[in-house]
């Protein structure tokens, strides 16, 4: 008879290894039913209002936002309050006031919190993913990843806040009780993005309040219902009053009064180049009253390449390129928008992704297409003008306009754009959307070259069967995610640690081992013993 293992207990969980939130199976007709009935659910809950949460106190706004459904622009998701920068100094009072006594709880005791919220997640996992599907058009495989990664940030960050509880000194000298304490910094600054609203948004307030810091939290405009619901169970697990502050608003108001305030300790940034550069020349400026070095953790843009070896396996590179280009309709940073093939394999490789690209489900990700609508409007028209660039760089293979039969959202085919040169606008620049350039090289070695030839280095790939070619990706390939003989998306906690270099970047490795350092500062004492 099978024995029923016993749960471990939540004052000990963050000492047992730490093991990833598996993927959901939706081929099994109980998972896809549970599914239904989550959207189902949601469905009913659209057009909610959500309050500011300031201090634990409710606040509305004459100005409001609108969060709507990518897929059916009609379709109110959530209406929120719009923080001005008349809010920002209230915000700021309730989290340093929450500072003051959240930097003084014991490690366990926040380690705790970010336990019972991984408990909560999981019995609302459906719930949240439906909520993913309305508000930015995640499929119900993107979703859930989406919410399994928050998971394991809980489950991740709860063991790393333990282990520099822990931390140590090196060496104890003679006569002496020598510690290394890692304590938290202030308030922090958690500006996230619409792409991953749930993962990122939540992995970087969490590193916040399990190192012992209060934060503001400025989501995106065009995702603010999933936070509100993110920290409605914060709310639940018993996260204290004025820890999180829920503050929605304009980036050019709101958001830049808070990164340039004066008691603002460090500011958490993940989104565009032209944003994150913006915010770290303002946390560069010295505001009256600052007595520190504000700390920015910025993770940016990225124009990601795959390289194809004349020596790969043509199937599987096919396979990932077009996985990487079209998982959530090329919106992630991560995304392959080059593919840089060997000439010689170069036409059998088109000939290939073209047919795999063309069998890419398009429409409403309610139904569980493969593909769902861009995020707004605006992104549409910006991914539509790069599509005619590229008709006019290179060779249109497939896609190239809108899907108006998937319905009323903001639907693009997958596109794909041949014989672009490098250093061209399509070769160079973020689209962040469904298109992808790809370069012909003379060979591997002048495809590395072609990879490296941006500003960004978020992640990249390789496609070769040779092991020299690998061990020279491994040395040449300049990217904070290298990925061998498979797709440059999907990053997984604790296993690919999160990150990129130059542009893309301050390389903070978000789901690793470094990744709470960069919300704590240490403190050496040295106790004389008489």
Known sequence: MATIEAPVRLHTRHETPFRNEPAADFSKSDVAREMRRALDQVRGQLGREYDLIIGGHRVRTTDKIHSFNPARPSEVVGIHQRAGREHVQPAMDA?????????????????????????????????MMAWLVYEV???????????????????????????????????????????????????????????????????????????GNTVILKPSSDSPTIAAKFLELLEEAGMPEGVVNFCPGAGGSFGDAVVAHPRTRYIAFTGSREVGLRINQVAAGRAEGQIWIKRAILEMGGKDAIVVDADADLDAA?????????????????????????????????????????????????????????????????????????????????????????????????????????????????IFGPVLAVIKSRNFEHGLAIANDTEFGLTGAVYSSS???????????????????????????????????????????????????????AKSVAEKIT
């Open 467 to 521: 092991r020299q070619k690998i061990e020279l990706a491994k040395r040449e390939f300049h990217v904070g995610n290298l990925y061998l003989n498979r797709k440059c998306t999907g990053a997984i906690v604790g296993a690919h640690p999160f990150g990129g270099f130059n542009m893309s970047g301050t390389d903070s490795k978000a789901g690793g081992p470094d990744y709470l350092y960069l919300f704590t500062q």
């Open 95 to 127: 989290a340093l006031e929450a500072f003051s006594r959240w930097s003084r709880t014991s490690w366990q005791e926040r380690i705790s919190l970010l336990l019972r919220t991984a408990d909560l997640l999981r019995q609302r996992k459906f719930e």
């Open 137 to 211: 058009s995640k499929n119900w495989a993107e979703a859930d990843a989406d919410i399994a990664e928050t998971i394991d940030f809980c489950e991740f960050y709860a063991r790393e806040a333990h282990r520099l509880a822990q931390a140590k000194t090196t060496v104890q000298l003679p006569g002496e009780h020598d510690q290394l304490l890692y304590i938290p910094l202030g308030v922090g600054a958690v500006i996230p993005p619409w792409n991953f609203p749930c993962a990122i948004m939540a992995g970087m307030t969490l590193a916040s309040i399990v190192s």
């Open 318 to 430: 096919v396979e990932g390129v077009a996985l990487s280009a079209f998982g959530f309709q090329g919106q992630k940073c991560s995304a392959c928008s080059r593919a840089i093939i060997d000439e010689r394999v170069y036409d059998k490789f088109l000939e290939r992704l073209k047919a795999r690209v063309e069998r890419i489900s398009i429409g409403d990700p309610a139904g569980n297409t493969y593909m769902g609508a861009v995020i707004n409007e605006n992104s549409m028209k910006s991914i539509l003008n790069y599509i005619e660039i590229g008709r006019r760089e290179g060779r249109l293979i497939t896609g190239g306009e809108r899907a108006t039969e998937a319905g009323e959202g903001y639907f693009i085919r997958p596109t794909v754009i041949a014989d672009i040169a490098p250093k061209s606008r399509l070769e160079q620049e973020e």
